[in-house]
T-cell receptor
Framework: GAVVSQHPSWVICKSGTSVKIECRSL??????MFWYRQFPKQSLMLMAT?????????EQGVEKDKFLINHASLTLSTLTVTSAHPEDSSFYIC?????????????FGPGTRLTVL | GDSVTQMEGPVTLSEEAFLTINCTYT??????LFWYVQYPGEGLQLLLK?????DKGSNKGFEATYRKETTSFHLEKGSVQVSDSAVYFC???????????FGAGTRLTVKP
């Protein structure tokens, strides 16, 4: 089946530092990858849509200079949280849509828990 | 805006009990509806979906019917197992993948 991995699974960093999270589709190519954020006991909130070879599309209220997204290949997208602060602490989840399957199919990674001290 | 509201947990059941997790939606058009499941330490997996009114999605003994009149998509299973313990998310999507809206998730624990 379609597998999406994320690395790291958890990270603790100091305030002011930057953190990079990787999202990989392991056995399929993904034209589109999505980044979500989940606060405790709350919904997954879509942050941005990442298309290979083009700039990411950010949802309203998401700072693009704060959350840098790069989708350099059909199997890899990265999210960099720049100058992280405690309020950025959250669970970040990516998903990917396979190249050959159309319509409403997203495969999710296991998530990355970020804690900013 | 378009949104999903689902029953908050946690829900604790004994093995072989009947399960219902309520989900209602608000949408300006005609969404596709989904249930995702997240097992401990794993990513979200699509459990079932329905793309139009009166459709019934089913998988692994779980069922949900798209009810336009009540704007609902309740998840049911007649006899739960310990292995069903997970977090369940209701979600909707309008027109394309980009617009996936999730409920808060419901944690289910099934005890032997």
């Amino acid at each position: 089946g379609a597998v999406v991995s994320q690395h790291p699974s958890w990270v603790i960093c100091k305030s002011g530092t930057s953190v990079k999270i990787e999202c990989r589709s392991l056995d399929f190519q993904a034209t589109t990858m999505f980044w979500y954020r989940q606060f405790p006991k709350q919904s997954l909130m879509l942050m941005a849509t990442s298309n290979e070879g083009s700039k990411a599309t950010y949802e309203q209220g998401v700072e693009k200079d704060k959350f840098l997204i790069n989708h350099a290949s059909l199997t890899l997208s990265t999210l960099t949280v720049t100058s992280a602060h405690p309020e950025d602490s959250s669970f970040y989840i990516c998903s990917a849509s396979p190249l050959e399957i159309v319509g409403h199919t997203q495969y999710f990674g296991p998530g990355t828990r970020l804690t900013v001290l | 805006g378009d949104s999903v509201t689902q029953m908050e947990g946690p829900v604790t059941l004994s093995e072989e009990a009947f399960l219902t997790i309520n989900c209602t939606y608000t949408a300006t058009g005609y969404p596709s509806l989904f249930w995702y499941v997240q097992y401990p330490g794993e990513g979200l997996q699509l459990l079932l979906k329905a793309t139009k009114a009166d459709d019934k999605g089913s998988n692994k003994g779980f069922e949900a019917t798209y009810r336009k009149e009540t704007t609902s998509f309740h998840l049911e299973k007649g006899s739960v197992q310990v292995s069903d313990s997970a977090v369940y998310f209701c979600a909707l999507s309008m027109y394309n993948n980009n617009d996936m809206r999730f409920g808060a998730g419901t944690r289910l624990t099934v005890k032997p």
